[in-house]
């Protein structure tokens, strides 16, 4: 066995990884739920999403085993988060890194493993979303963009999930902007939203976070509360391309600046502006849906 190196930049890596707020996340059903069908669409038993410090491989989530943490030397991971390419293994048994591996040797028996690293909106790589089996494979190109895919998903799962715990008092500590620096509606139209359950829950998200910051500004504690969360609303309608509500938070904004008293109405047309907003989301996202022709490119993985 050959433990996996250790990334020039682990000092920057793990601080990356803390910042993340990935390693808080608690059991997620709906990620579990998730991996199963990423389990069916990549045709393999078992699959993983896990993080790697300093010593240990944490699994966050995983479907078709019970997934325990691991010393780093022995993971399997630690090898993924070298590259920014995924990682494929069509036998370990014949492979010098792996062979005497115990999760080769031994429960779970893995012979065929592919995992693509888990990468921050900073770029450090952390973790890996994994799928492997006790048969050996020989996989396409189809399977890798699949993989890749599921990465790239797996990272807006879990930005989602951080964010939902981090909610404390008056203020969330990561943006919901900070999910992705893209807007809503780039990745709808990038097909990053076309699982009904995750986008329905991403909506959730925003939704509840949009209904603390107004009840802020309705019965604001003072003028730079009131003004926080006019900033954070704006951000969040900007990343949501609200522009209805962006506008009206700038208006907002500069009056409050400007010590100018408002009513509620005001207060009810953002609420409006919002609803006007999801609609038309939930529109623009059913459209695409409808237009999205996928082709059917035959199994992904063949038998060894």
């Known amino acids: 066995m050959i433990p996996p190196p250790v990334s020039p930049d682990e000092a920057a890596r793990i601080a990356a990884l803390e910042k993340s707020g990935w390693a ?37 989530a995983f479907t078709g085993i019970d997934a325990k943490p691991c010393s780093r030397e022995a993971s399997f991971d630690g090898h993924v988060i070298m590259n920014r390419d995924p990682l ?41 979303l994994s799928a492997f089996d006790t048969r050996p494979h020989h996989f396409t190109a189809a399977f890798l963009f699949l993989l890749q895919e599921a990465a790239g998903e797996a990272t807006l799962r879990l930005n989602a999930a951080a964010s939902a715990t981090t909610v404390a008092g008056t203020r969330m500590k990561r943006s919901p902007g900070d999910l992705q620096n893209s807007s809503l509606l780039g990745m709808i139209a990038t097909g990053k939203m076309r699982d009904k359950l995750f986008f329905e829950e991403f909506l ?20 730079r509360s009131a003004i926080r969360a006019c900033e954070d609303l704006r951000e969040l309608a900007r990343h949501m391309e609200f522009e209805e509500l962006t506008s009206l938070c700038v208006a907002w904004e500069l009056d409050l600046h400007s010590n100018t008293q408002r009513n509620r109405v005001s207060i009810q ?36």
């Open 88 to 128: 494929v293994v069509p036998d370990a048994t014949k492979d010098e890194r792996f062979a005497d591996n115990p999760f080769v040797s031994g429960p779970p028996y893995i012979r065929f493993y592919a995992g693509a690293p888990l990468i921050t909106d900073c770029g450090k790589k952390v973790g890996a």
């Open 204 to 223: 959730s998200q925003y939704f509840k976070e949009s209904q603390r910051l107004l009840q802020i500004l309705e019965h604001p504690i003072d003028l």
């Open 24 to 60: 808080q996340v608690g059991a997620d059903a709906s990620i579990n739920q998730w991996l199963g069908e990423v389990a069916g669409s990549l045709g393999l038993p078992m699959v993983t999403l896990s993080l790697v410090d300093r010593n240990q491989q944490m699994p966050v």
């Open 269 to 304: 047309a953002m609420r409006q502006a919002w609803d006007s907003g999801v609609k038309a989301i939930r529109m623009v996202r059913a459209d695409i849906l409808k237009a999205h022709f996928i082709r059917n490119e035959g199994p992904v993985l063949h038998p060894a």
